[in-house]
């Protein structure tokens, strides 16, 4: 615990450096989990670039495919896909980034109880983004969009499925920090956990972004 | 002796916020420093390090016979010594070994061992994680070894086009054993990879800015750049095969409209940056092996770094030049044509500089300077052929045939495993506190160079003459027997100098306790970075003190000072710039089951996922229970002492402008 | 490489210690609220491009609209704007790789051509 003072006294006395001194010191002044974090969340974007990617190449590839099934695939997706539905869950899902920040400025204020209820928000509108998820692939596959149609469905549900299991995978990490929170473990010193955990289900959010607007809207 | 926090909660009163990580009974963190337990359940950067390096080295033996196998059987024409399907598996289980399971693996071990003593810490940022990629690691080689026996190994080649290898042309199990273990492989190098940038970025000693750095650490850093961004894209591949083969999806189904372009494509994104990943850390080697036995600094530091920085983001734009031959059409082909062109640059940068190295330096030819200078020689012959290949209509004529498989061994073994054996030689008494024969050392260099040239040289005289890749044999009337046979001479004393290396390791170690294990004591080379600093064998806490770094390296600056003329001038006996590795208050990481278990239950939904889905049910449970003892093991008390207020900053003396050592308190 | 002057040297930066967090800097919850309301009003607007007919603005406005989504949440929510520049350089290299590397790949397919079957 050096404030400026106290460093730049040392640094004037040539008597070295206090990074010895606090553990917890990073030459970049970031902590080690935050970095690790955007380093992650910088090769997934690898990941979902190629999800993505190969979603758009078959998505073209069948369009050139006059009359697959008899049906086109632009009318297929028009057809299959229901827009006011997907976009109350894509409302649900950036809400629930909404509440994330909320839950995270609540607790560097120690606010422990507007952090929970804001955690358990953020988790509870992330299922309701999965169930919406389930709802909208079972209605699907009922239609006759099944992952093993064609290259395209394969595709669609790999990308968005992939995403479903990030964002699962997030509503886990936020029920862990709710536990945290109920057991008082997390507190204003140790909030970078929950950003942390909030930088994830963000990231999750915007690829979000990304896959409604070129999934569903982009013709 | 360090301390290592074997029991936080026996050290406090109960009270406060330890109280609180109360564990439950099994999860209470182990406590052995001795025996096999010591090693399954170490997060000591070192440990790890020499973990990778044993196992490595055994996959490198099983590769080498894999090698042999192939060798023999084309020894001569119509050979009958494997059938067609079960040379298909060796030679793709040949490629898989020595990529993912040996020199990966073996650049893991010293980038583990190695890198945080070079930037002065104790460790890397998450030791638990690191131990979890070593045993991630390992299952995964075990995962893929095993399909030998377990329905037949993979056969399409380690590239594994699709939809040759979707399920419709190869039935059997092997490429799901291709698919699932590279998988998991790939994610022990993923969280490895996140973890070394945030050690590189984060936990340098005082002073050690990013341009101090030494030149492996630099290129290990930027191979753990390339793992972070190329690793997501084979995993996505691998994904799509998988799901192709396991569940019917359509990715590489060309019935239904699909681009087997696209596995090539992703694969080749990846597998690109993974070419440099493998050379990137030899060439890290020998810039400190050189320099080292020259007796002079590394020629063009920032060259040095630049290049490396060079190589690893141009890496990402000529992945098609493994592509030329496969229809990409004609502006593709040119604009990756040029683009591999140019990449030839920044690696004639760091040969020309590691040869102005030498220049004018007082050399010793030591088995590591020796093996140092093989890479350079015999990187600069795989090179050449390499800018020959990104000639896009002369590659047209070389692709698939053995002038590309010499190519790629000049670089991989005259370039990759000649480093790592330079590295082996130069750090071995660092690491195991005894020094390898020189004279043995000296016959294995020397046969293993001549064993390869003899084995690989022909290569490109057969590829040209149009001896295809992957052809189980011949026929005599091809006229490739000649060559063939001077081939398979040459790997068998490839396999002969492996062997004198071997020797060398136990008989050395064996000569070493007849003498009274005399210690080769801290600096026997004379070197130039901080590992040199310490004593050998590395102490348990790597520093007593924290070094405050005030150059480039700075070891040798406590050492030597400069005369008017610029020689280095002895300021300093090493005895009295060294460490005496005797601190007893350094605190240090707890050992933990968490990484093995967790580990552990890859290979079984692995497994589960190929033979019985019943399966991954106990492989998710142990992946849940190791997830949550992770969680909820006692973590490092920070109530504890640290032993951090008990260690001194290291200035240097002199060097530093002090007329005598300040402790900082 | 001879004697220096013995000046402390990190790379630019304090040491932090943990409590050395954005208590200074960030969005305030109101401005959270804005930037939400923001992202939601743009969102009606990308799903108003179902129903009415927007032409040949189509695409390009719901990928404007996507990009300033996805920058608002990197930059405010994920705190980027106001963190170290090395976080925001070490996320953009991925993103502009991802990029760079799949457009390339996107042209290898001739994507970009219009109605070429292959």
Same mark, same amino acid.
């Given at each position: 615990m050096t404030d400026a003072a106290t460093v730049e006294a040392v640094a004037a006395s040539g008597h070295g450096d206090?990074?010895?001194?606090?553990?917890?010191?990073?030459?970049?002044?970031?902590?080690?989990?935050?970095?690790?974090?955007?380093?992650?969340?910088?090769?997934?974007?690898?990941?979902?670039?190629?999800? %993505?990617?190969?979603?758009?190449?078959?998505?073209?590839?069948?369009?050139?495919?006059?009359?697959?099934?008899?049906?086109?695939?632009?009318?297929?997706?028009?057809?299959?896909?229901?827009?006011?539905?997907?976009?109350?869950?894509?409302?649900?899902?950036?809400?629930?980034?909404?509440?994330?920040?909320?839950?995270?400025?609540? %607790?560097?204020?120690?606010?422990?109880?507007?952090?929970?209820?804001? =955690?358990?928000? =953020?988790?509870?509108?992330?299922?309701?983004?999965?169930?919406?998820?389930?709802?909208?692939?079972?209605?699907?596959?009922?239609?006759?969009?099944?992952?093993?149609?064609? %290259?395209?469905?394969?595709?669609?549900? =790999?990308?968005?499925?992939?995403?479903?299991?990030?964002?699962?995978?997030?509503?886990?990490?936020l029920l862990v920090m709710l536990n945290q929170l109920l057991r008082g473990k997390l507190h204003a010193g140790n909030a970078e956990k929950l950003e942390i955990v909030g930088l994830y289900w963000h990231f999750v959010d915007v690829v979000w972004v990304v896959i409604f607007a070129v999934v569903y809207l982009i013709p | 002796m360090a301390i290592v926090e074997r029991e936080p909660l026996a050290l406090t009163t109960g009270s406060g916020p330890s109280a609180a990580l109360a564990p439950l009974g099994v999860l209470a963190r182990p406590t052995t420093s001795t025996g096999w337990r010591s090693w399954v359940t170490t997060v000591d950067h070192k440990k790890i390090g020499i973990m990778y390096g044993v196992c490595a080295f055994f996959f490198f033996l099983v590769g080498?016979?894999?090698?042999?196998?192939?060798?023999?059987?084309?020894?001569?024409?119509?050979?009958?010594?494997?059938?067609?399907?079960?040379?298909?598996?060796?030679?793709?289980?040949?490629?898989?070994?020595?990529?993912?399971?040996?020199?990966?693996?073996?650049?893991?071990?010293?980038?583990?061992?190695?890198?945080?003593?070079?930037?002065?810490?104790? @460790?890397?940022?998450?030791?638990?994680?690191?131990?979890?990629?070593?045993?991630?690691?390992?299952?995964?080689?075990?995962?893929?070894?095993?399909?030998?026996?377990?329905?037949?190994?993979?056969?399409?080649?380690?590239?594994?086009?699709?939809?040759?290898?979707?399920?419709?042309?190869?039935?059997?199990?092997?490429? @799901?054993?291709?698919?699932?273990?590279?998988?998991?492989?790939?994610?022990?190098?993923?969280?490895?990879?996140?973890?070394l940038i945030v050690t590189v970025l984060n936990m340098r000693a005082p002073g050690m800015n990013l341009f101090r750095m030494p030149v492996f650490t630099w290129m290990t850093f930027v191979v753990q750049v390339l793992l972070l961004f190329s690793l997501p894209v084979i995993a996505l591949a691998l994904f799509l095969l998988t799901f192709d083969r396991r569940f019917g999806a359509n990715?590489?189904?060309? +019935?239904?409209?699909?681009?087997?372009?696209?596995?090539?494509?992703?694969?080749?994104?990846?597998?690109?940056?993974?070419?440099?990943?493998?050379?990137?850390?030899?060439?890290?080697?020998?810039?400190?092996? $050189?320099?080292?036995?020259?007796?002079?600094?590394?020629?063009?530091?920032?060259?040095?770094?630049?290049?490396?920085?060079?190589?690893?983001?141009?890496?990402?734009?000529?992945?098609?030049?493994?592509?030329?031959?496969?229809?990409?059409?004609?502006?593709?082909?040119?604009?990756?044509?040029?683009?591999?062109?140019?990449?030839?640059?920044?690696?004639?940068?760091?040969?020309?500089?590691?040869?102005?190295?030498?220049?004018?330096?007082?050399?010793?030819?030591?088995?590591?300077?020796?093996?140092?200078?093989?890479?350079?020689?015999?990187?600069?012959?795989?090179?050449?052929?390499?800018?020959?290949?990104?000639?896009?209509?002369? @590659?047209?004529?070389?692709?698939?045939t053995y002038y590309i498989v010499a190519h790629f061994h000049y670089v991989l073994f005259g370039g990759a495993i000649m480093g790592l054996f330079a590295g082996m030689y130069f750090w071995w008494p660092k690491i195991f506190g005894y020094l390898l024969s020189e004279k043995l050392g000296k016959w294995h260099f020397w046969v293993t160079l001549v064993g390869f040239n003899l084995t690989f040289g022909p290569m490109h005289i057969l590829g040209l003459q149009g001896m295809s890749r992957r052809i189980v044999t011949y026929q005599e009337t091809d006229g490739f027997t000649f060559w063939n046979g001077v081939a398979t001479l040459g790997a068998f004393m490839i396999a002969a100098g492996t062997l004198i290396f071997l020797h060398n390791a136990f008989y050395s170690l064996s000569k070493w306790r007849k003498a009274g294990r005399p210690n080769p004591g801290p600096d026997p080379w004379d070197a130039r970075s901080l590992e040199w600093m310490i004593p050998s064998p590395t102490p348990e806490h790597n520093f007593d003190e924290v070094p405050v770094i005030h150059s480039l390296d700075d070891f040798w600056h406590r050492k030597y000072g400069e005369d008017a003329e610029g020689r280095?001038?002895?300021?300093?006996?090493? +005895?009295?710039?060294?460490?005496?590795?005797?601190?007893?208050?350094?605190?240090?990481?707890?050992?933990?089951?968490?990484?093995?278990?967790?580990?552990?239950?890859?290979?079984?939904?692995?497994?589960?996922?190929?033979?019985?889905?019943?399966?991954? $049910?106990p492989g998710g449970?142990?992946?849940?229970?190791?997830?949550?003892?992770?969680?909820?093991?006692?973590? @490092?008390?920070?109530?504890?002492p640290h032993g951090d207020h008990g260690g001194h900053d290291d200035h240097g003396g002199e060097h530093a402008g002090h007329a005598e050592e300040v402790s900082v308190d | 490489m001879s004697t220096e002057t013995a000046?402390?040297?990190?790379?630019?930066?304090?040491?932090?210690?943990?409590?050395?967090?954005?208590?200074?800097?960030?969005?305030?919850?109101?401005?959270?609220?804005?930037v939400a309301a923001v992202l939601a009003v743009f969102t009606a607007i990308e799903v108003l491009t179902y129903f009415v007919d927007f032409g040949s603005a189509l695409v390009p406005t719901l990928l404007a609209l996507m990009v300033i989504k996805f920058a608002l949440i990197i930059l405010y929510f994920m705190h980027l704007k106001f963190d170290d520049k090395l976080l925001l350089r070490i996320f953009v290299a991925g993103l502009v790789l991802a990029l760079a590397v799949y457009f390339v790949v996107f042209f290898a397919f001739k994507f970009f051509s219009a109605g070429v079957p292959h």
């Open positions: 206090v990074h010895a001194h606090d553990p917890h010191a990073t030459n970049t002044g970031i902590s080690n989990e935050k970095l690790a974090m955007w380093a992650f969340l910088g090769s997934e974007c690898l990941l979902f670039g190629g999800l %993505i990617s190969t979603f758009l190449l078959y998505k073209e590839k069948l369009e050139l495919f006059p009359e697959f099934k008899g049906r086109t695939i632009n009318q297929f997706g028009a057809e299959i896909f229901d827009i006011p539905f997907t976009s109350v869950s894509s409302f649900v899902l950036l809400m629930s980034s909404l509440t994330m920040v909320l839950a995270v400025s609540s %607790i560097s204020r120690n606010d422990r109880t507007r952090a929970m209820v804001w =955690t358990g928000a =953020t988790a509870l509108l992330g299922s309701g983004f999965i169930a919406g998820q389930v709802y909208e692939f079972t209605a699907f596959y009922r239609e006759g969009l099944g992952y093993t149609t064609n %290259i395209f469905s394969s595709a669609f549900y =790999t990308l968005t499925g992939f995403h479903g299991v990030h964002v699962t995978i997030g509503i886990l990490l | 080498g016979f894999e090698a042999l196998l192939i060798r023999i059987q084309l020894a001569q024409p119509n050979g009958t010594v494997l059938s067609a399907s079960v040379y298909n598996q060796v030679y793709t289980m040949h490629a898989l070994t020595m990529v993912f399971f040996v020199i990966m693996p073996m650049a893991a071990a010293f980038a583990n061992y190695l890198m945080p003593i070079q930037i002065g810490a104790r @460790d890397v940022a998450f030791p638990r994680l690191n131990a979890l990629s070593f045993w991630i690691w390992i299952f995964a080689g075990i995962f893929v070894t095993s399909s030998f026996v377990l329905g037949g190994g993979p056969d399409g080649g380690w590239f594994a086009y699709a939809p040759n290898t979707g399920v419709a042309f190869s039935p059997g199990h092997g490429m @799901d054993f291709y698919a699932i273990g590279l998988q998991i492989g790939g994610l022990a190098s993923l969280i490895s990879s996140v973890n990715f590489f189904n060309v +019935e239904q409209g699909a681009d087997p372009l696209l596995w090539q494509h992703l694969f080749w994104i990846f597998g690109h940056p993974e070419v440099y990943i493998l050379i990137l850390p030899a060439f890290g080697i020998v810039s400190e092996v $050189i320099p080292v036995f020259s007796r002079k600094p590394i020629y063009g530091y920032p060259f040095m770094v630049f290049s490396g920085i060079a190589i690893g983001f141009m890496g990402w734009g000529v992945w098609a030049h493994h592509m030329f031959a496969s229809g990409l059409g004609p502006i593709s082909v040119m604009a990756f044509s040029l683009s591999t062109m140019f990449i030839a640059v920044p690696t004639g940068v760091k040969i020309l500089n590691w040869m102005a190295t030498m220049w004018g330096g007082k050399i010793r030819f030591t088995a590591s300077m020796l093996f140092a200078v093989g890479l350079v020689a015999m990187f600069t012959i795989g090179g050449l052929s390499g800018v020959t290949h990104a000639i896009a209509p002369a @590659d047209t004529q070389q692709t698939d280095a001038v002895r300021i300093r006996a090493t +005895e009295d710039v060294v460490q005496k590795g005797t601190a007893t208050d350094v605190h240090l990481p707890a050992p933990s089951y968490f990484p093995m278990l967790l580990g552990l239950s890859f290979p079984i939904i692995g497994y589960g996922l190929i033979f019985n889905l019943w399966l991954c $049910i449970l142990l992946l849940v229970f190791s997830l949550f003892g992770w969680g909820y093991e006692p973590v @490092d008390n920070e109530d504890l | 000046t402390v040297s990190s790379p630019g930066h304090e040491p932090a210690s943990a409590h050395d967090d954005h208590a200074h800097h960030g969005p305030s919850d109101k401005q959270y609220l804005v």
